[in-house]
């Protein structure tokens, strides 16, 4: 079972329309969720961290937030630079490692 | 550029054949992580140091993996006996101090093994 599971897996959306992409997690002892950007062949660029339910962060024309289980990343007014995959992970205390446990993505198109 | 850095940025090799990456953290950044990930997947956790102590491995860290960061700067990942299944790209992250801590990823060194 996936512990962090994102959807939809692709979106496609015109330029302009508003809407919001899932991350959905089952851990438990929750210690930071993370948002990040990634364009292909390089590494995932950081977008944001947030450590507890009901907390919210912006940047630009993106918003994150987070309940007791799930985010949601909401995109207002998307243009084409925010093709990318966008990529979730936790960082749990009940896991051995301290590294990120990351979802698949969600594979981003801005059609102009 | 104060970001992670990693060398080289593509390696093709043939199956059989050793090779190891280099990572350059953040510079005041103490822990150090890596990364493997394939085509349609999230990042998978592989090794963190912090400071110069490798402290976790996870399971996908096969005997023929072996990881260092002396003195508590850059690291190496070197991978002996190569197999086709070792074609990915691999990523180098650092952090500051505790867990939770945001990760800053590095561009990444993408594998090829023939």
């Known amino acids: 079972e996936d512990q962090v599971t994102q959807s939809p897996e692709a979106l496609r959306l015109q330029e302009g329309e508003s809407s919001s992409l899932n991350c959905s997690y089952t851990?438990?002892?929750?210690?930071?969720l993370f948002w990040y950007r990634q364009d292909p062949g390089k590494g995932p660029e950081f977008l944001f961290t947030?450590?507890?339910a009901g907390e919210e962060k912006e940047k630009e024309r993106l918003k994150a937030t987070l309940t007791k289980k799930e985010s949601f990343l909401h995109i207002t007014a998307p243009k084409p630079e925010d093709s990318a995959t966008y990529l979730c992970?936790?960082?749990?205390?009940?896991?051995?490692?301290?590294?990120?446990?990351f979802g698949k993505g969600t594979h981003l198109i801005i059609q102009p | 550029d104060t970001g992670v850095s990693q060398d080289p940025r593509h390696k093709i090799t043939k199956r059989g054949q050793n090779v190891t990456f280099r990572c350059d953290p953040i510079s005041e950044h103490n822990r150090l992580y890596w990364y493997r990930q394939t085509l349609g997947q999230g990042p998978e956790f592989l090794t963190y140091?912090?400071?110069?102590?490798?402290?976790?491995k996870s399971r996908l860290l096969s005997d023929r993996f072996s990881a260092e960061r002396p003195k508590g700067s850059f690291s190496t990942l070197e991978i002996q006996r190569t197999e086709q299944g070792d074609s990915a790209m691999y990523l180098c992250a650092s952090s500051l101090n505790t867990g939770g801590g945001t990760q800053y990823f590095g561009p990444g060194t993408r594998l090829t093994v023939l």
């Open positions: 140091f912090q400071n110069e102590a490798q402290l976790e």
């Open positions: 992970a936790v960082h749990y205390s009940g896991g051995g490692a301290d590294g990120l446990t």
């Open positions: 947030l450590y507890s």
């Open positions: 851990v438990s002892g929750l210690r930071g």
